[in-house]
């Protein structure tokens, strides 16, 4: 009975938070079941969840900007955004501070520099922009607020506080962007507690504060994912006709081998093994489709952020550090 009526309380006040709904005292049953699961299944204390959550704002902004993301617009607006002179050379002085570092994750894990370094550009501009929203309300807000994608976000809220409980952190003072996602490389808790790695060799998975473990970890997380050292990322096409829309249709995974693009009207590049696996990648230019190929390493970087224009920016930011970084040694 102390659990049922706190969990009306902690529901109140959790309602009550959200600057854009009235003070409404019904309970929160998923939130009162998930503090039980997390208290039999792992040993928490459902007295300090209860009191935690009880700090939670449910914010409907995080609704508001998980239905409006950036990977939303069209190709040659996102890429403006993050394919740039600005963001290449704070990627080129990014890679020369560290240049030991991304060699031996280079060596290690296969992953070139530049494309750590434009991950990391994409995702926060170099740390810059780690997001505002307090990591505990956002994973709660999509929880209990966003039915589509609710047991994903059970899931990470579940990941999140093992993840405080392991690194000694405040699950109350951490903040990330709005789908959850921390520090300088944006990883989700359940990635940062797969994939994050101990780099500067201080026993601990800093992906905070840790230049070092962030190099690390995205080298890692993109070798686990079947990155191939020294295999192309993404090539120029050019498309005729209509059936390489079929093409497009099969998605982002490597399905067909680059000889069978020609009977859907693309010609891809000649320089390329003709039955390397590919796909076509259909990306929104200013006067029409921008065709393009991918490989198998394009395709990986999409398990990092779903969206084909995230993979590409990726490319395109890494290629043009890596131009500059040659030119200026």
């Known amino acids: 009975m102390r659990l049922k009526h706190a969990m009306w309380v902690l529901g109140a006040m959790l309602v009550a938070a959200s600057p854009a709904r009235a003070a409404d005292p019904a309970p929160l049953p998923e ?26 704002r449910l914010r409907p902004e995080i609704i508001q900007a998980m239905e409006r993301p950036k990977e939303a617009l069209p190709w040659h607006e996102y890429r403006k955004l993050f394919v740039n ?12 501070r560290h240049a030991a570092l991304l060699k031996r994750a280079q060596k290690e894990y296969g992953v070139p520099p530049e494309i750590v370094v434009a991950i990391l550009g994409v995702e926060t501009q170099y740390g810059r922009n780690r997001g505002q929203w307090p990591v505990l309300d956002a994973l709660t807000t999509l929880m209990l607020r966003y039915p ?3 047991p994903f976000f059970r899931h990470e809220l579940e990941q999140y506080l093992l993840l405080a409980r ?14 959850g996602a921390m520090g300088m490389p944006q990883f989700i808790p359940s990635s940062w507690r797969r994939y994050a790695v101990d780099f500067d060799g201080d026993r601990k998975r800093d992906l905070l504060e840790s230049e070092a473990d962030i190099i690390g970890s995205v ?16 090539d120029e096409a050019r498309v005729e006709g209509t059936l390489y829309f079929w093409l497009e249709k099969l998605g982002s995974k490597p399905s067909l081998p680059l000889r069978q693009f020609v009977r859907y009207g693309v010609s891809p590049p000649t320089h390329r093994d003709p039955d390397m ?49 040659q030119e200026t040694r």
């Open 31 to 56: 939130l009162a079941d998930f503090i039980h699961e997390m208290a039999r299944t792992h040993g928490f204390s459902e007295r300090v969840l209860e009191r935690q959550f009880a700090r939670v």
């Open 85 to 96: 002179d600005g963001r290449a050379e704070q990627g080129v002085a990014f890679w020369r």
């Open 148 to 150: 589509p994608r609710a």
């Open 166 to 179: 392991e690194q000694k952190l405040d699950p109350l003072g951490v903040k990330g962007s709005y789908a």
């Open 219 to 234: 080298a890692n997380f993109l070798h686990a994912h079947g990155w191939r050292m020294d295999a192309p990322v993404a």
């Open 277 to 325: 696996p590919a796909a076509l990648i259909l990306l929104e230019g200013e006067a029409g489709p921008d065709a393009r190929i991918g490989y198998n390493n394009f395709y990986v970087i999409t398990r990092y952020n779903r969206s084909h224009r995230y993979a590409m920016a990726v490319h395109e930011l890494a290629e043009r550090i890596r131009r500059q970084y």
